[in-house]
């Protein structure tokens, strides 16, 4: 049973990211350029606090807008570096807007992110985890993992008890449509 499951419900900083976001699938480039942020800035940290730091974090970074953020130059570095308010970390913030960077190249090969996961769909775990580290930086397996799974691109964001598993299969994400995607989180992590 999926321990987010178990606690989101009845947490007010868990239960509106789980209720509504997680799991379900989006095409909105902006929001998958957030969720790949979010994932990023998670590493090593709670997602309880990743969540209570999101509206600075959006705030501080253009609202991930890809256009935006993939134009962020040193200056925008070191201000987020002092900024008080939000996760500040060297490695990350410069993998985010190198990751923004990637997106908008992928415009032009894919028609976009959602475009180019739809590309490579269906993959195995290992692929994925192997096809984002050798196009974005920072992606462990939880980052691309997580990733994936809150995007509906790979299953096991709900456990199937949990009441917000139905309206994620109604949603109708790629990993149930996808003869190939395995109905399980990746192996080993």
């Known amino acids: 049973m999926s321990w987010y499951c178990e ?13 509504h976001e997680y799991g379900f699938p989006t095409t909105d480039e902006r ?15 709670s997602w309880r606090l990743v969540l209570q730091k999101r509206p600075a974090l959006a705030a501080a970074l253009a609202n991930f807008e890809p256009d935006r953020l993939a134009a962020f130059g040193a200056d925008d570095l070191n ?31 894919h028609d976009g992110f959602h475009g180019w996961l739809a590309a490579h769909q269906p993959l195995t775990e290992e692929a994925w985890l192997a096809l984002f580290r050798q196009t974005f930086r920072f992606m462990g397996r939880e980052v ?7 995007i509906g691109e790979l299953p096991g964001a709900h456990h199937p008890q949990c009441p917000i598993y139905p309206k994620v299969l109604a949603a109708r994400p790629r990993w149930m449509v996808s003869r190939a995607a395995p109905d399980r989180p990746f192996a080993g992590s």
């Open 7 to 19: 606690v989101a419900p009845g947490d007010e900083v868990h239960r509106p990211y789980h209720d």
């Open 31 to 45: 929001v998958l350029c957030e969720r790949l942020a979010l994932e990023i800035f998670q590493a090593g940290l």
């Open 79 to 109: 201000r987020l570096l002092a900024d008080r308010t939000i996760i500040r970390n060297r490695r990350k913030l410069e993998a985010i807007v190198n990751n923004a960077r990637c997106v908008l190249d992928m415009r032009r090969t």
């Open 144 to 150: 691309v993992r997580e990733f994936l799974m809150s």
